[in-house]
């Protein structure tokens, strides 16, 4: 919550914060760093109001806070605050939306 106070995202933008790549195989193995590959899944941690259309209509974004994401292999724009790692991405590039 500390996060979302600091960097409120604009228009349909989203902050997320990927999750955790395993290190580890199922068997016990470290895995090296190169070898682990991007994870593309991210906890929404904040969101903007949204994007307006034509008509100047508030269109909100499709996720809020909290919730488990899909998103592309590439994009989005890396943003570090107090030593963590943390992504911009439009609402539109976001994939999907993990259901619990």
């Known amino acids: 919550a500390g996060i979302a106070r600091r960097l409120v995202p604009l228009f349909d933008r989203v902050l997320v914060e990927r999750f955790v790549a395993e290190t580890r195989s199922k068997g016990g193995i470290m895995i090296p760093e190169k070898a682990v590959g991007k994870?593309?899944?991210?906890?929404?941690?904040?969101?903007?109001?949204?994007?307006?259309?034509e008509k100047g209509e508030l269109l909100p974004t499709s996720v809020q806070a909290g919730d488990k994401v899909l998103l592309p292999e590439y994009g989005g724009t890396k943003v570090e605050i107090d030593d963590k790692e943390y992504f911009l991405f439009r609402d539109t590039d976001i994939l999907g939306k993990w259901q619990n």
């Open 39 to 53: 994870v593309q899944s991210a906890t929404v941690v904040a969101v903007g109001p949204g994007a307006r259309n």
